[in-house]
């Protein structure tokens, strides 16, 4: 069965600090992966996404970068952070298949704090 | 671009009765997939029932079950026999049926569901 690992669940980074989140997934081949971030009593806005291995693409400009190193990794960073980018990081995974694009399977999700 | 509507922030159900949550979706695609997630206060992201446009019949799910109106671009979950655990964010999400940025799934704000005992 696929799973998905995201760590760590809780971090607190003092503001200009570097960031690497982490997300794997098991148990599938060439997923598209996501990165989506929550902000307290939001929904979820889609910052990057990869279809393949070097693959990335971004959704809105932002102090972020993602990496796609093999095929079930997926990293999230940043050189220097800053108090917006305080929230909750949620990774995803999906497959498409003849019949299209299905659910994505998430992560449990890191709680970011800038402080 | 896709854009996806849940207008009830938050709504509140009595242990054992149905409550609806609404969602209204805008897309000009023909084909697509739509889903309505639950968010725990453990903020997992869980999949509660998913719809396939193509597909008249609405997907149900044990007390789960949606009402899709394809022509009116609607998409209301329905839960029955409201249980505590069912107190959660839940969240309309929006994808088309193909890959690429198309293919990322597109969230409504979330309605917060309460359970009253």
């Known amino acids: 069965s696929q799973t998905i690992h995201q760590w760590p669940a809780t971090l607190v980074q003092p503001v200009g600090s570097p960031l690497s989140l982490e997300c794997t997934v098991e148990?599938?081949?060439?997923?598209?992966l996501y990165w989506y971030r929550q902000a307290a009593g939001r929904g979820l806005q889609l910052l990057f996404y990869s279809v393949g291995i070097g693959q990335i693409s971004s959704e809105v400009p932002q102090n972020l970068s993602a990496s796609r190193p093999q095929d079930r990794q997926f990293i999230l960073s940043s050189k220097k952070l800053l108090l917006s980018d305080s929230g909750f990081y949620l990774c995803?995974?999906?497959?498409?298949?003849?019949?299209?694009?299905?659910?994505?399977?998430f992560g449990q999700g890191t709680r970011l704090t800038v402080v | 671009a896709q854009t996806v509507t849940q207008s009830q922030p938050e709504m509140s159900v009595q242990e054992a009765e149905t409550v609806t949550l609404s969602c209204t979706y805008d897309?000009?695609?023909?084909?697509?997939?739509l889903f309505w997630y639950k968010q725990p206060p453990s903020r997992q992201m869980i999949l509660v029932i998913r719809?396939?446009?193509?597909?008249?019949q609405n997907a149900t799910e044990n007390r789960f079950s949606v009402n899709f109106q394809k022509a009116a671009k609607s998409f209301s979950l329905k839960i029955s026999d409201s249980q505590l655990g069912d107190a959660a964010m839940y969240f309309c999400?929006?994808?088309?049926?193909?890959?690429?940025?198309?293919?990322?799934?597109?969230f409504g704000k979330g309605t917060k569901l309460s359970v009253k005992p």
């Open positions: 897309t000009s695609e023909s084909d697509y997939y």
């Open positions: 995803a995974w999906s497959v498409l298949g003849r019949q299209g694009g299905t659910e994505a399977f």
């Open positions: 999400a929006y994808r088309s049926k193909y890959g690429g940025s198309q293919g990322n799934l597109i």
């Open positions: 148990g599938t081949s060439n997923p598209n």
């Open positions: 719809q396939e446009a193509y597909k008249q």
